[in-house]
C-alpha cells in the first residue's frame, strides 16, 4: 500500500514542481513493480497505468525503471533491495559528475554538460551503465601507443557499450529512440579518439534515427565506464501494455463491486422477517 501511494503522489509532485519553476524542465524516474506485484495486485497495474500517465502529462521526460530487470534470483530480498538501489542510481553518477567537474584533470576532451543532457532528455527514457576491467598493472616508462594497444582498448570500450545497451533501466528497442548521448569514463590514457569513434558508430548502428551527444570524462579508476541514455523513445512496449490492460481492469473491478452489492442485497433482503431492535 505504501507503494501504491508513492507511485499514486508522484505526478502531483511533478506537477507541484513544474508549476513552481516553470522554467525550469522536470525530469521523473518511474520505478516500475515487480512481475509479482503485477500478477498477485490488479491495483499495482492499474496504479501504474495512470501513475505513467500522469507523470508523462507533467514532466519533459520520464526515466523508465523495471524492477525485474534487475531481480538477481540467488539474493535476499533484503539484498536485493539494496542491490536494485544501487544498480538504479549508478548510471547517474558520472552523467551528472561529469559537468560540474572543476579539477582540470578530470574535464575531457568533448565536455558533456547540463546542456547537452538538457537538449537529449524528451519524454520516455531510458538509460544503461557497462563496464570493462583494465589491467591494473602500468610500468611507469611505458609510453607507447602501439597498434596492439589501440585495438585493446577499444576492444574494452566495446565490450562496456554492449554492457550498457544490453542492461538497459527498461527492455526497449534502441531503433525507436529520437535522442541519444553516451559518456565514457576512465583513465585519459586509456580513451583515445579511436574509442570515441567506435562507441559512436556502435550507438548509431542500434539506434540509426537517433541524434547523438557524447563526452568523456577523464578519471583515476581501474575500468573503462559507459553511460548511455536512450530518449524521445516512439514505442515503450511495457508502458502500451499497462494502457492495454486496463479496460478489462477497469470492467473486473466493476463487476467485483457489483457483484458485493448484490450479495449485501440479499443479506438485506434475507433480513426483513428479523424483528428490529431499535
Excluded at 502529462?57 to 539474493?75: G, P
Excluded at 582540470?104 to 546542456?115: P, V
Excluded at 477497469?250 to 450479495?263: M, N, T, V
Aim: net charge neutral; with cysteine.
Amino acid at each position: 500500500m505504501k507503494i501504491l501511494n508513492r507511485l499514486a503522489s508522484m505526478p502531483v509532485m511533478a506537477k507541484m514542481i513544474k508549476e513552481r519553476y516553470g522554467d525550469k524542465p522536470v525530469y521523473s524516474l518511474a520505478v516500475l513493480p515487480f512481475e509479482h506485484e503485477e500478477t498477485t495486485e490488479a491495483r499495482t497495474t492499474h496504479n501504474s497505468a495512470t501513475c505513467l500517465k500522469a507523470t508523462y502529462s507533467v514532466s519533459d521526460a520520464v526515466f523508465l525503471i523495471d524492477n525485474q530487470r534487475y531481480v538477481k534470483k540467488d539474493y535476499s530480498l533484503m539484498n536485493n533491495m539494496g542491490a536494485i538501489n544501487q544498480l538504479i542510481v549508478e548510471p547517474f553518477y558520472d552523467l551528472l559528475c561529469a559537468g560540474e567537474e572543476k579539477n582540470a584533470k578530470h574535464i575531457g576532451a568533448r565536455l558533456l554538460d547540463a546542456g547537452d543532457i538538457i537538449q537529449t532528455l524528451a519524454g520516455w527514457t531510458v538509460l544503461g551503465y557497462g563496464e570493462s576491467q583494465l589491467s591494473g598493472i602500468r610500468l611507469p616508462f611505458y609510453r607507447t601507443r602501439n597498434f596492439r594497444k589501440k585495438s585493446t582498448e577499444t576492444h574494452k570500450g566495446i565490450q562496456a557499450m554492449d554492457q550498457a545497451i544490453s542492461d538497459l533501466s527498461l527492455n526497449c528497442n534502441p531503433q525507436d529512440s529520437g535522442k541519444a548521448l553516451y559518456l565514457m569514463s576512465g583513465p585519459s590514457v586509456e580513451m583515445n579518439m579511436d574509442l570515441v569513434k567506435e562507441l559512436g558508430d556502435c550507438l548509431k548502428e542500434v539506434a540509426p534515427e537517433a541524434i547523438i551527444r557524447y563526452g568523456d570524462y577523464p578519471r583515476k579508476q581501474k575500468e573503462l565506464r559507459t553511460t548511455i541514455v536512450l530518449s524521445q523513445l516512439k514505442n515503450v512496449e511495457k508502458v502500451r501494455e499497462y494502457y492495454g490492460r486496463m479496460p478489462d481492469i477497469i470492467r473486473e473491478k466493476e463487476r467485483q463491486q457489483k457483484d458485493i452489492e448484490d450479495k449485501l442485497r440479499e443479506l438485506i433482503d434475507a433480513s426483513t422477517s428479523v424483528p428490529s431492535l431499535l
